[in-house]
């Protein structure tokens, strides 16, 4: 427990004047204000280094949670789970009715060549992205969805949707746009086609991705506190 005695210095040093471990000199600082304001200033200067303290122990908490963050991003997965779902939404605009409703018996040619160029754009950037990504789930993934693409290579190839040997797609809108719409159709409108199947597997590698983050993510941080404190006894 705090003794404020201790502050004052002399509360033992008078024995004529004193009453146990009280003196008058106490009590004279006391009656004209000094041992209020010393108590102030005792516990403010308490406070200040508390807060002090506080204060350095959040600066390095985000010290150590950006160094995770920054650890996580070299990874790779932020990325690729960004560009997993724009492939999932591209693909899965393909596969809507609305698209493929005809209006005076014709099909809206230049909206469903602007919807096939998005989700071959967005599969691109999957496959360019699968690259620099470390994950074994997220490889599975991919692997899983460049094979089911070189199963309908020739039937893509025909409504002008080539795979070449990376695996990424190349779009000739003129033979797109003179591509049979069933054809077309066949291929993205419908749950089991094959844009609904890209769509699907375009959300395991969100999900996969997002997993590994976490993973990874917890792992950083718990390896640059465990350093942190290490480093403090070297």
Same mark, same amino acid.
């Given at each position: 427990?705090?003794?404020?005695?201790?502050? !004052?210095?002399?509360?033992?040093?008078?024995?004529?004047?004193? !009453?146990?471990?009280?003196?008058?000199?106490?009590?004279?600082?006391?009656?004209?204000?000094?041992?209020?304001?010393?108590?102030?200033?005792?516990?403010?200067?308490?406070?200040?280094?508390?807060?002090?303290?506080?204060?350095?122990?959040?600066?390095?908490?985000?010290?150590?949670?950006?160094?995770?963050?920054?650890?996580?991003?070299?990874?790779? !997965?932020?990325?690729?789970?960004?560009?997993?779902?724009?492939?999932?939404?591209?693909?899965?605009?393909?596969?809507?009715?609305?698209?493929?409703?005809?209006?005076?018996?014709?099909?809206? &040619?230049?909206?469903? &060549?602007?919807?096939?160029?998005?989700?071959?754009?967005?599969?691109?950037?999957?496959?360019?992205?699968?690259?620099?990504?470390?994950?074994?789930?997220? /490889?599975?993934?991919?692997?899983?969805?460049?094979?089911?693409?070189? &199963?309908?290579?020739?039937?893509?190839?025909?409504?002008?949707?080539?795979?070449?040997?990376?695996?990424?797609?190349?779009?000739?809108?003129?033979?797109?746009?003179?591509?049979? &719409?069933?054809? !077309?159709?066949?291929?993205?409108?419908?749950?089991?086609?094959?844009?609904?199947?890209?769509?699907?597997?375009?959300?395991?590698?969100?999900?996969?991705?997002?997993?590994?983050?976490?993973?990874?993510?917890?792992?950083?941080?718990?390896?640059?506190?465990?350093? /942190?404190?290490?480093?403090?006894?070297?």
């Amino acid at each position: 427990m705090f003794d404020i005695t201790s502050m !004052l210095g002399n509360s033992n040093t008078n024995s004529n004047n004193s !009453l146990g471990s009280f003196s008058f000199t106490d009590y004279a600082a006391i009656k004209n204000g000094s041992y209020g304001k010393l108590v102030k200033s005792y516990y403010a200067g308490t406070d200040k280094a508390n807060n002090d303290a506080k204060a350095s122990s959040a600066k390095s908490s985000d010290s150590v949670k950006s160094k995770a963050a920054a650890e996580v991003d070299k990874t790779g !997965l932020t990325q690729i789970k960004k560009d997993a779902d724009e492939l999932k939404t591209s693909a899965e605009a393909l596969a809507g009715n609305d698209l493929w409703n005809a209006a005076d018996g014709k099909v809206d &040619t230049a909206k469903i &060549t602007s919807a096939v160029k998005s989700f071959a754009d967005n599969y691109n950037k999957v496959i360019d992205q699968a690259s620099k990504v470390s994950s074994k789930e997220v /490889s599975q993934d991919v692997k899983f969805m460049t094979g089911m693409t070189d &199963t309908f290579s020739k039937v893509l190839g025909k409504v002008g949707i080539t795979v070449g040997t990376d695996g990424k797609m190349t779009v000739d809108e003129d033979a797109l746009k003179k591509a049979d &719409t069933s054809t !077309l159709k066949s291929l993205f409108n419908g749950n089991a086609a094959y844009g609904s199947q890209i769509a699907d597997k375009a959300g395991s590698i969100y999900r996969d991705a997002d997993m590994s983050t976490t993973i990874y993510g917890s792992n950083a941080t718990a390896s640059s506190a465990l350093s /942190s404190v290490y480093n403090q006894f070297i």
